[in-house]
């Protein structure tokens, strides 16, 4: 073979592989006919993927004649596709006529179709579903129940020693648990206390019992809104920081690192915070309960003529000791419940920053749910006893 004639075949065989890939529809001799021609290989798909001509709906055969030039794997992916649409409109394809290598490959690539199609999402029922949130639920219940068995076994230890406890830690607590916290708890208890005053005065102004404003005001403060409001403050406004610091140090290894020089964490981060929170609490609700007293003493005094000295002679008459006790006892009980569910969040966090977001978001909600239904025991416990 000349130097000319090679040459002038490296140029076909160029020029065959850059041809653009085509499909024609071809119906003149009563049969529907795809005609291939050109190089479907991968440099011409990506340039232009030809758009097959639509055959329309049918439930008759199909042909696909002509060759192409030029076919690798990604060419016989774009044919096998378009087979395998046609017969999904009904058209039964015959490949017979393409190069038996070509009709090989395509026919090859076709079979793996299927796999390539993701698998359908399966939905659960309503039963799966409420049987994975049960599940769920009595998991975070062992999981606290746990915590409060690490609190007695280990806090009961440490009690005996009060030497070891580390007071420090606790002082620096009570310190960001309950002095920075007297404004918003003052602020919110004074507003509430104005609140229950308008609605209750609204209704007795009508029978001229102004005066009994401050039965209501004095008795639902101090044994319901006070300690009730200063727990949810304290859940939203503490909990969610113990939270927070914990599982930051848990992400960072601090934790891990307190553990390798001998510091037991429980003793170093959690015990301080119960211990802080069970002396803050009730002095908490102490100063909740005279601000919220306080406005509804500005609402009785500006709005429904009961002046600051009835309303403040009249206090003790409505409410003594008892009633102040009976909202005060339940704080500890606040104390332990917010202190453990925070610190039990921070522990669990593993993972990104994005889990301690979480863990302080399901710190905040199961610490509000959980006083509120301790609140509803003891109302149903103290009405059951007489109080």
């Known amino acids: ?80 596709r378009y087979i395998s649409r046609w017969e999904e409109d009904g ?34 029922g309503p039963l799966a579903r409420l049987g994975r949130a049960t599940v769920g639920k009595l998991i975070e219940a062992n999981a606290f129940l746990a915590f409060i068995g690490e609190l007695v076994s280990r806090g009961g230890r440490l009690l005996l020693l009060p030497w070891r406890i580390r007071w420090r830690q606790v002082i620096a607590e009570i310190e960001a648990a309950g002095l920075r916290a007297l404004g918003i708890v003052g602020l919110l208890s004074f507003l509430v206390g104005m609140v229950m005053a308008y609605q209750a005065g609204a209704t007795l102004q009508d029978y001229g019992a102004n005066v009994l404003i401050v039965n209501l005001v004095g008795i639902i403060t101090l044994r319901e809104m006070g300690p009730l409001l200063t727990a949810i403050i304290v859940a939203g406004r503490t909990g969610s920081s113990y939270t927070a610091q914990i599982g930051t140090m848990r992400i960072t290894e ?98 990104s920053a994005l889990a301690v977001g979480r863990a302080t978001t399901v710190s905040v909600v199961q610490a509000t749910f959980l006083v509120i239904v301790i609140d509803a025991v003891f109302s149903v416990l103290f009405n059951l006893l007489g109080y």
């Open 1 to 80: 073979m000349s130097t000319r004639a090679a040459r002038n075949e490296t140029i076909d065989a160029f020029d065959q592989r850059t041809s653009p890939p085509s499909l024609r529809l071809d119906d003149s001799a009563g049969e529907v006919t795809m005609v291939l021609s050109g190089a479907w290989v991968l440099a011409q798909l990506a340039e232009k993927v030809p758009r097959p001509p639509d055959p329309g709906a049918g439930s008759g055969s199909l042909r696909l004649d002509g060759a192409a030039d030029a076919l690798d794997s990604a060419g016989a992916l774009a044919i096998a």
């Open 91 to 124: 058209w039964s394809v015959d490949v017979a006529s393409l190069p038996d290598s070509q009709r090989r490959l395509i026919s090859l690539l076709k079979s793996r179709l299927p796999d390539m199609h993701p698998p359908a999402a399966s939905r659960e």
């Open 254 to 351: 601090e934790i891990d690192a307190l553990r390798a020089i001998g510091i037991p964490p429980f003793d170093m981060l959690i015990l301080p915070k119960v211990i802080a929170l069970i002396l803050v609490m009730p002095l908490l609700t102490v100063f909740a309960n005279l601000m919220g007293l306080l406005g509804g003493a500005v609402v009785a005094a500006y709005r429904f003529e009961v002046s600051f000295a009835v309303y403040f002679d009249r206090l003790p008459e409505v409410v003594n000791l008892t009633t102040l006790m009976l909202g005060l006892v339940k704080m500890p009980v606040f104390a332990v419940v917010i202190a453990l569910i925070g610190c039990m969040q921070g522990m669990r966090v593993a993972g």
